[in-house]
């Protein structure tokens, strides 16, 4: 059987997250008794694109990998969390999370985590700030692209082959039809 925490080893963790460091502990403690520990061997899958949301994941040890379809979207490590708080619960993922190694995490349901957030608002600002790094991060990498795209589409140019249009920038324009 895997072995799991007890509540105070959960509370240490959930304390020693980003999202949830600045809330007092015995806050903590009532949402550690609260959430299920899961245990995934390398390959198995945590969700699948589709299936029911079942509210967020901390992970208390090991690397998952998030897919949509094939493409590889992003991995979270010790002492992150992953999930779609978005969607309500039983609500379908919009992508799915593989364990890519033996992975240890903590389930939290939506209602308990939203509960938290709205007695807690130091939660909600932790996220944003998750969230806003992460939306710097993904800019940062989209500006990267382009200029990859950017410097192909000129050295096709210059080789005198033309580029794809999605290459280009060139996108073709549509037409509304005329009523």
């Not at 990998?65 to 002492?79: H, I, P, T």
């Not at 790094?133 to 940062?140: D, P, S």
């Amino acid at each position: 059987m895997e072995s799991t925490l007890t509540i105070l080893e959960r509370t240490a963790f959930l304390k020693s997250t980003e999202v949830f460091s600045s809330i007092p502990t015995e806050v903590l403690a009532q949402i550690a008794a609260r959430g299920r520990e899961l245990h995934f061997d390398e390959g198995d899958v945590i969700f699948r694109e589709g299936e029911p949301n079942a509210g967020a994941y901390m992970v208390i040890e090991g690397l998952v990998e998030f897919r949509k379809g094939r493409a590889l979207e992003g991995v979270r490590g010790s002492g992150l969390g992953f999930g779609e708080l978005a969607l309500g619960e039983g609500e379908p993922h919009t992508f799915s999370a593989i364990a890519a190694q033996h992975t240890h995490v903590l389930n939290i349901s939506n209602e308990i985590f939203f509960d938290a957030m709205l007695d807690y608002p130091e939660i909600g600002v932790a996220m944003v700030r998750i969230l806003a790094g992460r939306l710097t991060e993904t800019a940062q990498r989209v500006h990267d692209l382009e200029g990859q795209i950017a410097h192909l589409a000129n050295t096709l140019r210059n080789a005198g082959v033309a580029a794809p249009m999605y290459v280009s920038g060139n996108y073709p324009r549509v037409t509304p039809p005329r009523e």
